[in-house]
């Protein structure tokens, strides 16, 4: 039975008194919502978070990001699969980390890694509609690119549902952002670039009464975080991989 040793990672460490505007620029270039922090000598402190980081925009600030350092609970290498998964929604994150019996950070497990495995070996329940997400955080097709740094930093999400005339046109993400290119530029000049120019499309979709389980089986296939969930012509929910986590039935 693999344990969290056969998915651990590289990831991006950084020092706790490392300045703050370094972490905002991994998070920003990277697909990683959290960033593991050490002492110097790679004992874990915790971890700092997108949409703390995300809200220091001077570029020569002198801050660093000891200030922004929250407790995260780590899983040692040979912890269970189900183990990671309880740390990981604990810790209300995207990743967690990997520590030898002194502390020290050896890597890291991603969710995306080990949620194909976890429906595969539990029931999952009930659905979309019970655990879905109401509130949706959306975006115009016709807002700047920039507007999507704005929507990471206040919401902590990593995709949006695009609409047009109050009707879902497609979905963007930090990764559409990344592949494009003109992250960056957009964010950095708050240039025109156009949220329709580099959303993905057309989009995948669940409806309110399918079950959780198909909608983890979509999020595995597609390689995709979350799903708008529609309703007739209406967007009516968002449903993501810890909500999914939500339905398993133990």
Known sequence: MKIARDFMVGVPLLKYDEKATRARQVLRD??????FVHDGKRRLMGCVDISGILNVTATRSNVTIEGFIREIR??????????VIKVIRENGTDSVPVVDEEGQV??????SDVFPVIITRHRI???????????????????????????????????????????????????DLLRDGRWRTSVESASSTP????????????????????????????????????????????????????AIID
């Open 125 to 175: 329940g009930g659905l979309v509609e019970r655990y879905m997400s109401r509130k949706v955080v959306e975006c115009q097709a016709d807002e700047p690119v920039h507007r999507i740094h704005t929507l990471i930093t206040e919401s902590g999400f990593s995709a949006f549902p695009v609409v047009k005339k109050k009707r879902l046109v497609g979905i963007v993400s930090r990764r």
């Open 195 to 246: 949220v329709a120019g580099v959303m993905t499309t057309p989009v995948i979709t669940v409806s309110p009464g399918e079950s959780v389980q198909k909608a983890a089986e979509m999020l595995v296939r597609h390689d995709i975080s979350r799903l708008p969930v529609i309703s007739g012509d209406d967007l009516v929910g968002i449903i993501d991989r810890h909500d999914v986590l939500n």
């Open 74 to 83: 780590p899983v040692s290498p040979n912890s269970s699969v189900d183990e």
């Open 30 to 35: 990277d697909v990683y919502r959290e960033l």
């Open 106 to 111: 050896l890597g890291g497990v991603l969710l």
